[in-house]
C-alpha cells in the first residue's frame, strides 16, 4: 500500500528520532511482558502450593461425598463395585492428565497407650501420591524409598507432639469399622510430617491406603478420592467439566477442579488477573505519551509539506490516514522489537526464573525446603492484549495531530509551521 | 544565574516537550507509590487481622507453652499480675493500645444431637472487645460481657455441626489444670463468623471466668496477648519483655505466626523483582524522552555554542532543566499519587466484584476491601527513586546535549 | 443430702415389701434414684447381649460386664471371635479400652466422649456419666393412673439450670405395682424427643426383679436401635479390688 511505503520513508527521514521512538515502544512491550511474566509467575506459584501441596489440580468423589465425607460415600459405591486399578490407567493414559493418585479416609482414635487423641486417617497409594502432591517432602523426619510402606504411619507435626510420638514409635488406632465392628491395628511411625497447615499438622494421620481398608473393612476397590494432577492448572475447571462428559468414571462420581473446592483461592486468584488488565492499561498509556510526543513532532515539522499535498488534492481523511498509518509503521516496528527482546530474554526466565533467596533468606513455608523461586510464565492471552493495548493506545494518541493537520486549511499550513521544533 | 533563568524560560518555550517529560515522571512516581501503598496496605491488613485473631504483637506466656500447650501451662496468679504490671508501666513507651489474658483448650462441646471437638477460648470480656477481631465477627447475637459467666460466643461451623442457636446449651467437658475430666453447662449468647472455615468449625468464645472454673485453674491464664500501635515496635517489646521474665516465654507476631510471616516474606519478595521491573521501565521512559528532546534540540545547541556558551555550559543548561523539571514533576507526582493514596486508605479498593466467598490466605481471613498505606519512609523511598533516577538520566542526556553542537546544523531547516 | 443416706434402707424396703406404697408416700426423686440404680446396685456382675442394627449393617455382641456402685465397670466381649477379649474399663471419669487383637491397652481422651461406645447408639458419656438424674434434675409426678391397663406413674426431669446435660427434659414411666421402669424418653430443649429407651421382658434374676431388655430407639432414625438383653445377672457380690485395674483388663 501506497500509505505504508510512505509512512515507512517518513519516518527514515529523522532515523534518531525514530529510532529512540521505536526504542520507546520496545522497551514498553518488553517491560509490560516482564512484568505479566513475573505476576504470572507470582500466581502460578500461589496456586501450586494452595492445591499440588495435598489437594490436587482436580478431585473425583462420590456424588454425594462431600461436604460430610460419608465413610460409605465410595467411588463406584451405587454399583458396590469399581475396576480401580483400570481406571487409573486410563485417566493416566489420557494426554491432560499427568497423574492420579487414590485417597481413602477415615477418622480414628490413635494412641501411644497413654496419650490418646482423634486423628484424621488419610489413606493414600505411596508410589502414586508424590506424582500428584508435594506434602509428603514435608516429611521432617524419617527416611525411606517408600515415605509409608504397609504397617506404617506418618504423623502430623503437632499430633505427633500431642501423642509425644517419634519415629520408631509404635501407635494403636481404633475405629468403628464399616460393618459396625471395632476396628484396631498397630502401626509404625514412619515419620513426621509438617505440611504447614496448622489444622493439617494437628490431626493428619498417613497410612497405606490398603491398610486402612483393611481396618476399616472394605474391599479392595474402595477408595473416596482420586487426586489428579494436570499440566495447566488454571485449567482446571473445564477440564474437570469435561472430564465428567467423557463417561470414563463411574455413572455417580463427580469430578470438580481447585476453584470449586476452594473458592478462597480462586477469589485471591481472581483478584491478581484484574490486575493485569490494570497493568497493561497503565504502560500502554505510557507509551502512548511517548507516540503522541513522537508523532506531534513528526507532524507539525511539516506542516508545509502537508499544506501541498492537500492543496495538491488530498483530502482531509486521507492525510488522517497517512498520520495513522506512519503511527502503525512505527508502532509495529517499536513492537516487532519489543517481543523479539521478550522472546530472548524471557526464555531463561521462564525455564529458571529468578532466585529470591538473596531477598528472603531461607523460607520455610509450607515445607521445609522450599526454594524461593519464580517462574515467569508465558500466557497468549497476555501477549495479545497488550499488543492490542499498546497499538491501540498508540493510535488514539497519533489522532490528535492527524486531526489538527487534517482539519487545518492547506492555505493556512502552506504558509509557514505552527508549531516550533527547535 | 543566567544559565538557571535560561533553562526556565526554555522550559515554558516549548510546552509540549516539557509537558511530555514532567508527565511520564510524575505518572512513574505516582504508579510506585499507589503500588508500594497497596502492597503494603495489604500486608499491614493481613497482619492485623492476624494479630486481632489472636496472637496480638507480643505473646507472653508459659515456656513450653507454644511447642506443646498442655491445660495446666500457665502463668500462675503472681506471673500474672506481674505481668500487667509491667505491660502498665511500658504502656507509653512502646504505645500499647491493650493487653488481654486468655485460656485456651481443646474440649468437647455436646448438644442433644452430638459431640463435636472445639477449641475454648476465654477472655477478658472488655479488653478482647478493645484489642481483638473477636466483637467485629459475631454474625448473631451480641459480643461477650464480663457479667456473662456461663455464656458463649459459637463459630457458625460449630452451630451448625450441634444445631444449635441463640440461647441454646451446650455442655462442655475436657481435661481440668489437676487432671480430672470436668463438664459445664454454657448457653449461646452469640455466634460468630470470623472468614477462617477451619476456624469457625472448632471455635468456642468464653468469658474468663468462666473458663478458669471450668478447667480449674484459679486465677491462672495460658496467654498474654499485647496489642502495639506500630506493629514495628512489636520485636523490641517482645526483647524487653525477655529481658524482664526470663522464665516465660514471650513470642512476637512472626515467631506466634510463622505461617503468616513467610508469606509475606514471599510476597515481598516478588514485589521487590516486580517493582525492580516497574523501575526499569519508567526509567527507560523518562529516558526516552529526555533523549528525544535532546535530539530535537540540535540545532538549538549549536545555536548556543555559536553564540559562546561552551560544552561545560550546555551541560549545566541541560542538568538545571532536568532538575527544575524534576522538581515540578515531583510536585506533581506526588499530589497526585498521595491523593490516590488518601483516597485508597481511606474508602479501599473493593474486591468484592471479583471474591465470591470470604478470603482468606495463608491462614487469615481478611476483609474484602484492599486499604491502601505509606509510611513516610516509603514515600521518601518513592520520591528519591524517582528523582534520583531522573538526574542520573538527566546527565546522561546532557553529555550528549553539550557533544551535539555542530555549527552545520544551523544551516540546515 | 440428708435422703440419700436413707436410700439404701428404703430400697431394702422396696424389694422386700411387695405391697406398692400408697400415693401420699410417693417421692418422685427416690423411685427415679431407684430406677437409675436398678441395674447397679452396690456391685454387679453378668453377661449381655447387645445387638446394633443400624442403616448399613446389623450386629450382636456378647458380653461380660462386672460393676461396682456408679464408679467402676468392666465389659469384655465373648463374641464375635474378632472381637473377643476387646474391654472397657472405667474407673471415675476414665476410660480405657484394651484391644486383644494389638494387646494394647489406650486411654479413651475427653474429646472422643461423644463417640458411640461398641458401635452402638450409647456414647462413651452415656457410660461415663454418673448417675445424676436426682442431683441434676428437678424431678416432679406428671400422671399417676392407668396407661394400656397398667397402673404407671409418669415422671418429668427437666434439669437445674448449670446441670451439665444436654438434654432439655426427660419423661419416664414407671409401674406402680413393682417401680419398674417402662420407657424413658430424651427430649432437646424445644421438646423435641430425641431417643427412647424402653424396658421389657421383666424377669427375676439375681434376686431382683428386672426388665431384661433395654432398647436404645434414637428418634431421627427410628428403624436403627441398640439393644441389650442381660442373660444371668447377679447382684452385690464381693467383686475383688483387682478386677478394675488396667492390670486385670488384659486377661
Known sequence: MLFVLLGWRNLWRKPGRSAISIAAIASGLFFLILLLGISVGLKEQMLSNGTSLLQGHLQVHHRD????????????????????????????????????APRLYGFSLISTGEQSAGAQLLGIDPRLESRVTSFLEGMVAGKSLTPVAQGQVLLGATLAKELRASTGDEIAAVTQAADGSLGNELYQVAGILKTGLS???????????????QLLVLRSWAVHELALRIERPELADSVADELNQSGLLPVDSLAQGWGELAPQLRDYVGLIDSFYGFLIGFISFFAALGVLNTMLMAVFERTQEFGMVGALGMTPLQILVTVLVETLVLVSLGIGLGLLISFLVMQPLSAHGIDLSRWTGGLTMLNTRIDPVIRFGWAGKHLVWSVIGMVAAALLASLIPARRIARMDPVVALRGVVEGSG | MILLRLAWRNLWRNRRRTLLTTTTMALGLTVLLVTLGLGD??????????????SGHVLIQARGYQELGGVERTLSGQQRRAVAGWVLEKEHSFGIIGTAPRISASVLGSSSDGSVGVQLIAVQAEAEARISRFAETVAEGEFLTSKDSGKVLVGVGVARKLKIGLGDKMVLM???????IESIVVRIKGLIRTGLVEFDQVLVLADLATGQDFLQLDQRVHQFAVLLDDMNLASPLAAAATRAFPELEVLDWQQALPQLADFIRIDDGGAYVFHFFLFMLIAFMVFNTLLMSVLERRREFALLEALGLVAGQRFLLVLLEATLIAVLALLWGMALGLSLHAYLAMYGLPLDIISTSELSVAGVAFEPIMYSSLSPARILQAMIVVFGMSLMLAMVAARRAALAGDIRLLGSH | MSRIRFLPLFLTTIFLTPVPP????????EIIDRVDRLLRGDSSQGRIEMTVVTKRWKRTVGMEIWSE?????????????KEEGIATLKVGRDIWNYLSKIDRTIRVPSSM??????????TNDDLVKESRLVTDYEIELSYAGLRDDVDVYEFRLVPHEDAAVVWGAMTYQVRKADLIPIWARYYDEDGELKRTMTFEDVRLMGGRKIPTLIKLVPADNPQEYTQMIYHDLKFDLELPKRIFSLSELRR
Open chain 3, 69 to 81: 456402685g456408679v464408679d467402676k465397670a468392666l465389659v469384655r466381649i465373648t463374641s464375635p471371635k
Open chain 1, 65 to 100: 461425598y462431600l461436604p460430610d465425607r460419608g465413610l460409605y460415600d465410595l467411588i463406584g459405591g451405587d454399583q458396590d463395585a469399581l475396576e480401580l486399578e483400570a481406571l487409573i490407567e486410563t485417566l493416566e493414559a489420557q494426554p491432560q492428565f499427568e497423574a492420579v
Open chain 2, 174 to 180: 475436657g481435661q481440668g489444670a489437676q487432671g480430672e
Open chain 3, 22 to 29: 400408697s400415693a401420699q408416700n410417693i417421692d418422685p426423686k
Open chain 1, 199 to 213: 489444622h493439617l499438622d494437628r490431626v493428619l494421620a498417613v497410612i497405606h491406603y490398603r491398610d486402612l481398608q
Open chain 2, 41 to 54: 496496605g495489604s500486608h499491614l491488613q493481613m497482619i492485623n487481622s492476624a494479630v486481632r485473631s489472636g
Open chain 3, 113 to 122: 466422649m461423644g463417640s458411640s461406645w461398641m458401635g452402638s447408639h450409647f
